[in-house]
């Protein structure tokens, strides 16, 4: 939900006149924009209760098509307070506990989806209850069946994913994630330490790196290649949920098989045309050509 104020006034009462409520949360994110691009797509994860029920009848309204496997709790509620000039302060739930029965039964769902599916994207952090290797255990799946991952987490359960035997395809870290995860602050403006950073054997076995840098487009590794993406400047109006748009891109131009440097620049437009919109995960298909074009991606 997401509250504009002029003003946030603490320890008092604020009246907010237009609400806008949406089905939030990146792996929506992601679904929307490959949806409002034209390509089928299945969202799926995990719903209870009132709030559930409510996020998938906006789905349905956005033509989004979903397939979501549902618990007993009550799903959560995120706000976001926009005010002062462009402060955003949020206010996150921290969502229902997963039981074991929840995480077996979602599972059972998961894996009848992934006759259905080419590729998987999975986003956000994981639910409490489950453990750190649960999106491990979900790439094993979608291998056992043929179907690639890309994966976009953070922390504990981005690292159980790499430290795993079934490793994702291609994983989307910014230069805070990559960082975080190698133990030491990455540049993303020095191309060297950039393109040694994805050296580190903890990557061994990933198909495709891609460190998106915002403003300055991203570096990624496939293979063997080295790439660097740039990108125009634009008129930012709101770049929240740009890293989802970018994976979405990904998806769309892995699953049509398009060759390395149309991957990239397929990502960093609907990454683009993200930040040009005002809602999050949203952009203007009619935009894609003009953009596309003036994304430059060189090898390294
Ligand atoms: P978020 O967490 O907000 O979803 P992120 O940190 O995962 O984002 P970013 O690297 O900020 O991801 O952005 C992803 C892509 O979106 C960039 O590689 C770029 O293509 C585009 N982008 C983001 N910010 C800007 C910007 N200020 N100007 C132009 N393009 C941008």
Request: proline content about 4%.
């Amino acid at each position: 939900m997401s509250y504009p104020l002029k003003h946030l006034a603490i320890d008092t009462v604020n009246r907010v006149k237009e609400v806008h409520k949406t089905a939030g949360g990146k792996g929506l994110n992601v679904s929307r924009v490959i949806s409002l691009m034209g390509r089928d797509l299945l969202a799926t994860g995990i719903l209870g209760g009132h709030f559930g029920a409510y996020i998938e009848a906006r789905l349905d309204d956005d033509q989004i098509k979903h397939d979501f496997s549902h618990i007993d709790q009550e799903s959560r509620n995120s706000i976001a307070i926009l005010h002062d000039g462009g402060n955003q302060t949020e206010i996150l739930e921290a969502g229902p506990t997963l039981t074991s029965t929840d995480a077996t039964n979602f599972l059972k769902h998961y894996q009848k989806l992934l006759t259905q599916v080419s590729l998987v994207t999975m986003s956000g952090s994981l639910p409490g209850g489950l453990e750190p290797d649960f999106y491990a255990k979900m790439i094993q799946l979608a291998h056992q069946a043929g179907v690639a991952v890309l994966l976009d987490t953070s922390g504990a359960s981005l690292k159980a994913a790499l430290e795993s035997d079934a490793k994702p395809n291609l994983i989307k870290p910014n230069e805070a994630e990559i960082s975080q995860l190698l133990g030491q602050q990455v540049d993303g403006h020095d191309l060297a330490s950039l393109k040694q950073a994805l050296q580190a054997p903890i990557f061994t076995g990933v198909d495709w790196i891609v460190v998106s840098l915002g403003a300055a487009g991203a570096v990624a590794k496939h293979g063997d290649h080295y790439y660097q993406a740039t990108i125009p400047k634009i008129k930012v109006v709101s770049p929240v949920g740009s890293g989802d748009s970018t994976l979405a891109g990904l998806a769309m131009a892995l699953e049509a098989k398009k060759p390395d440097q149309q991957v990239l620049q397929t990502g960093m437009t609907t990454g683009m045309l993200n930040t040009m919109e005002a809602p999050t995960g949203f952009i203007n298909p009619n935009l894609f050509d003009q953009y596309f074009a003036k994304v430059n991606v060189q090898a390294i």
